[in-house]
């Protein structure tokens, strides 16, 4: 690894834009897609660069290997669940609050890492950070503008959905031996392979579902819904894994995880941008609360402190 230079920092903002990017276009996705619909096609279209790229490198794809089982169960946890239980609570929350809810996957991690992951203990500073973090994510729940009864379960489901994500990383360390490329490419497929016939199914027999499902068969969608649906697979799920990939080898895991402190400022600035969401002092006081607590955990993590 090397010493961050210009264009790693100008790389590491452009991935956060592009991750940030993903909340205002999932928003627009709903307007004309149902959620299961916006995480098959997001994975699907996710899926061509990554599988694209191996091809192209040569690289051997193991999805159908003796580690099959991973590979699934990853898919399904970190890929189709979330991305469901995202589009879903979309429909209801502004945009820049899902960017904001999200951004708790780090505090979320360092519970979670205690204890399931060894070299991953938690300890006084991480307790600290998490606990700031989150506090102001309730403080964000007490919003009544932004947050109420119509919506408060879409809410808390972008919470449940960010908390897959946690998951699905701690379960990738079970195929980490083996090349970045192949495990994401095996991901991918294993999640087309399971969203299929779930979205068929979904839409069929669960009433709730079924307009919204006869909808997308029949491709009568706005236009500006399709593009994002699209651009959602391509660029956040797709390119955007090549640029992270590329980060993390000439800089490390630590530098790359410092998009965690951009994607809930840009999320809300490209919310209000591009949707015009309202932006109330509780939704600046949250993000505050998060940055910090994130910047906590971050910072225990390159000293030793006396462990809980």
């Given at each position: 690894?090397?010493?961050?230079?210009?264009?790693?920092?100008?790389?590491?903002?452009?991935?956060?834009?592009?991750?940030?990017?993903?909340?205002?276009?999932?928003?627009?996705?709903?307007?004309?897609?149902?959620?299961?619909?916006?995480?098959?096609?997001?994975?699907?279209?996710?899926?061509?660069?990554?599988?694209?790229?191996?091809?192209?490198?040569?690289?051997?794809?193991?999805?159908?290997?003796?580690?099959?089982?991973?590979?699934?169960?990853?898919?399904?946890?970190?890929?189709?669940?979330?991305?469901?239980?995202?589009?879903?609570?979309?429909?209801?929350?502004?945009?820049?609050?899902?960017?904001?809810?999200?951004?708790?996957?780090?505090?979320?991690?360092?519970?979670?890492?205690?204890?399931?992951?060894?070299?991953?203990?938690i300890n006084y500073t991480?307790?600290?950070?998490?606990?700031?973090?989150?506090?102001?994510?309730?403080?964000?729940?007490?919003?009544?503008?932004?947050?109420?009864?119509?919506?408060?379960?879409?809410?808390?489901?972008?919470?449940?959905?960010?908390?897959?994500?946690?998951?699905?990383?701690?379960?990738?360390?079970?195929?980490?031996?083996?090349?970045?490329?192949?495990?994401?490419?095996?991901?991918?497929?294993?999640?087309?392979?399971?969203?299929?016939?779930?979205?068929?199914?979904?839409?069929?027999?669960?009433?709730?579902?079924?307009?919204a499902f006869t909808q997308?068969?029949?491709?009568?969608?706005?236009?500006?819904?399709?593009?994002?649906?699209?651009?959602?697979?391509?660029?956040?799920?797709?390119?955007?894994?090549?640029?992270?990939?590329?980060?993390?080898?000439?800089?490390?895991?630590?530098?790359?995880?410092?998009?965690?402190?951009?994607?809930?400022?840009?999320?809300?600035?490209?919310?209000?941008?591009?949707?015009?969401?309202?932006?109330?002092?509780?939704?600046?006081?949250?993000?505050?609360?998060?940055?910090?607590?994130?910047?906590?955990?971050?910072?225990?993590?390159?000293?030793?402190?006396?462990?809980?």
């Open positions: 690894m090397r010493e961050p230079k210009l264009i790693d920092y100008l790389l590491l903002i452009f991935l956060s834009l592009i991750w940030s990017s993903a909340f205002f276009n999932i928003k627009i996705a709903t307007y004309s897609y149902s959620p299961v619909m916006i995480a098959f096609l997001r994975i699907f279209f996710g899926a061509i660069p990554v599988v694209g790229l191996c091809l192209f490198k040569k690289i051997k794809i193991e999805a159908f290997s003796k580690d099959w089982y991973w590979f699934a169960t990853i898919g399904i946890v970190n890929l189709v669940i979330p991305f469901f239980l995202i589009a879903y609570g979309v429909q209801k929350i502004q945009s820049n609050l899902a960017a904001i809810l999200m951004a708790t996957t780090p505090l979320s991690a360092t519970v979670l890492a205690h204890f399931f992951a060894d070299n991953e203990k991480k307790v600290f950070g998490v606990l700031i973090g989150f506090s102001g994510i309730v403080f964000l729940f007490s919003d009544n503008i932004l947050i109420n009864e119509n919506n408060f379960n879409s809410a808390l489901l972008i919470l449940l959905g960010s908390t897959f994500y946690v998951i699905g990383g701690l379960l990738t360390l079970k195929v980490s031996n083996k090349e970045n490329e192949n495990v994401t490419s095996s991901i991918l497929i294993w999640a087309t392979i399971f969203i299929l016939p779930l979205s068929i199914i979904l839409g069929y027999f669960n009433s709730s579902d079924a307009l997308d068969l029949h491709f009568s969608h706005r236009m500006d819904s399709t593009l994002s649906l699209i651009y959602l697979g391509t660029v956040p799920t797709g390119i955007a894994w090549l640029i992270r990939f590329r980060i993390l080898k000439n800089n490390g895991l630590v530098f790359q995880a410092q998009v965690a402190y951009l994607i809930p400022i840009f999320g809300i600035i490209l919310g209000y941008i591009f949707l015009k969401e309202l932006i109330t002092p509780k939704v600046l006081v949250a993000v505050v609360a998060v940055i910090i607590g994130i910047y906590l955990v971050k910072k225990s993590n390159s000293k030793k402190i006396t462990s809980v």
